[in-house]
Each structure stands twice: as C-alpha cells, then as structure tokens.
C-alpha cells in the first residue's frame, strides 16, 4: 500500500465563517466528515485535523503564507486512482465555493 497526504483548501472566508459557529453547529458539521472516515474505513491512516494560517519561508525569512490550507489526512490506497476514489463525495468540497481538495503520494525513503 502506498501511503497519501491529503491537502484541504478552502477559501479565507469559509475558514474566518468557522470561527463564528456555536459547537452545536460545529459537531453537525462534523457529521459528514465522520461519515466519510467511516466509510473509507482501513483506508484512513491519520484523519488529520484543521489547520490555522501557516508562514512560509525562502530560506531567509518568515512570512504569512498565502495559501489557503485549512487540513489534511493521510490515507492509504493502492494506488493514486485508488485514493482519489476515496474522495468521492467528500464533504469538503462541498462545504463552500472554492473548496478544493488534492492528494500527494509519500515517496518511500
């Protein structure tokens, strides 16, 4: 099995939406998302966790990123059709306009 990471991308305003919702809202949005774990079952190696703004570097200095990361996973598939097969109907894509989602095969070292 090779193993994938998973990057979540939505738009700033989706994510500044998020920092507004009550925790009964937040738990009725993780519903689909807990759907969709369960559904890829052994396939889920880390489900991963929200990401805040992150800071980019060249080398030199630390800057704001202006990437729009907002989580990740990690799963395993035989291959990269097999993983994106995993991503069908995944409630991340349609949670706001510009969500998007891409996946990224760990080399083996």
């Known amino acids: 099995m090779k193993k994938f ?3 979540y991308y939505a ?4 994510m ?3 920092e507004n919702i009550t925790p009964e809202q937040a738990a009725e949005g ?3 998302w807990m ?3 369960e559904r890829v079952g ?5 489900f991963g966790a929200p ?3 992150g800071h980019a570097t060249t080398g030199e200095n630390w800057s704001p990123s202006s990437k729009t990361v907002s989580g990740y996973s990690i799963l395993q598939a035989e291959n990269a059709a097999a993983c994106q097969a995993l991503f069908e109907n995944h409630p991340h894509t349609s949670w706001a306009p510009g969500c998007s989602i891409e996946i990224h095969e ?4």
């Open 106 to 109: 760990c080399a083996a070292m």
């Open 16 to 18: 500044k939406a998020m």
């Open 42 to 46: 052994n396939a889920m190696v880390d």
């Open 35 to 37: 759907a969709w774990k």
């Open 11 to 14: 738009p700033a305003e989706a």
């Open 51 to 53: 990401l805040m703004p």
């Open 5 to 7: 990471v998973a990057i």
């Open 30 to 32: 993780m519903k689909p």
